[in-house]
């Protein structure tokens, strides 16, 4: 979960991670060098730079993958979920996916519609209706 | 009309932020839409004939966002065309010979003008620019990574858009109009 005061790029964003909480110590620091950068993989070397870990929050995750419609809920922690785009006239779905050549995070993702609440350490995000982005990734360093 | 089956190259220049919010049924991103769309037959006809390398080039202006109508639009027809192509094209720009335009244009509910105008048509994706003599000036540039500098290439998959199914996106290095009831820049 990230909050960033201005454009990502500017930086001077707090980051709190959520992992499960059967995690084993050896997986979280692996996550934790992967996260901020330390392996110098892409895209987290370049993000890892833009953020400070605020907080680290053991929690169950349930995430339910259904294509747009997918959710993820951290029993009061965290939930978010999305759906797609409505047609503002006909109401009938609309499908919009960006494709970025180039792209360092992802090359391709389906966008829609979300919602999403967030209680983990000091980081509170409330935000209904807004931006939404479906994609796979493939990283590596 | 008889069905009719055109292709076409599509420019869209506007006021919004880049990435036209519109494709992703969002509000234009200053409440109000002030653009110019324009289209180049690149083969079909209609009626029995052919319309390739005709051009018509349309300045609009939504006061809120474009399904809610309210629009205004001058179209200019790029000169010279034949007397019978003519009244084609202003059916097809206007909305009256169907298709797709006709629900885009459909929402120009508050006037749409037609005139002639020399058009100068360069697509060229980051290299494009559009020209009406005397009224719209259009070039276009890539979108540059604000850290690198580099150029930065987007675009859209539209399965069910309503005027195309792929977009790329440029930055309008200027977007100008001076037509008599529309002017913007």
Same mark, same amino acid.
């Given at each position: 979960m990230v909050d960033w005061p201005k454009a990502i790029?500017? %930086?001077? %964003?707090?980051?709190?991670? +959520?992992?499960?909480?059967? +995690?084993?110590?050896d997986q979280l620091d692996a996550l934790a060098k992967i996260f901020t950068g330390q392996l110098k993989a892409m895209p987290w070397e370049i993000l890892g730079t833009t953020y400070e870990v605020a907080g680290l929050v053991k929690a169950d995750i349930e995430v339910t993958d259904a294509g747009m419609e997918s959710s993820l809920q951290v029993p009061g922690v965290a939930k978010a979920m999305g759906q797609t785009f409505k047609n503002p006239v006909t109401g009938e779905p609309h499908q919009a996916a960006i494709v970025l050549e180039d792209g360092f995070i992802w090359k391709r993702g389906e966008c829609g519609v979300g919602s999403f609440k967030v209680d983990a350490a000091d980081l509170h995000l409330d935000y209904k209706n807004t931006n939404w982005i479906l994609y796979d990734f493939d990283w590596s360093n | 009309?008889?069905?009719?089956? #055109?292709?076409?190259? @599509?420019?869209? !220049?506007?006021?919004?932020?880049? /990435?036209? $919010?519109?494709?992703?049924?969002?509000? $234009? &991103? $200053? /409440?109000?839409?002030?653009?110019v769309v324009a289209w180049k037959v690149l083969e079909g006809g209609i009626e029995g004939f052919d319309l390739s390398g005709a051009a018509w080039v349309t300045a609009v202006k939504w006061p809120g966002a474009i399904h809610e109508g309210n629009g205004r639009a001058t179209v200019y027809i790029d000169e010279p065309v034949t007397a019978q192509q003519r009244p084609l094209l202003e059916a097809l720009a206007t909305g009256r010979a169907g298709g797709p335009l006709k629900a885009f244009m459909g929402t120009c509910d508050a006037g749409i003008e037609v005139r002639s105008g020399r058009v100068s048509w360069k697509f060229d994706g980051k290299q494009s620019s559009l020209r009406v003599d005397g009224v719209v000036e259009i070039d276009l540039e890539a979108i540059r990574n604000p850290v690198t500098g580099d150029e @930065?290439?987007?675009?859209?998959? #539209? !399965? &069910? /858009? #309503?005027?195309?199914?792929?977009?790329?996106?440029?930055?309008?290095?200027? #977007?100008?109009? /001076? !037509?008599d009831h529309i002017e913007f820049e």
């Open positions: 790029h500017d %930086g001077r %964003g707090k980051a709190v991670f +959520i992992v499960p909480e059967k +995690i084993r110590d | 009309m008889d069905s009719w089956k #055109l292709k076409l190259e @599509h420019v869209i !220049a506007c006021n919004c932020d880049w /990435g036209c $919010p519109c494709i992703y049924e969002s509000r $234009p &991103t $200053p /409440g109000y839409c002030e653009g @930065h290439f987007v675009s859209v998959d #539209l !399965a &069910t /858009g #309503l005027m195309n199914q792929r977009e790329d996106f440029y930055s309008a290095r200027q #977007l100008k109009v /001076g !037509a």
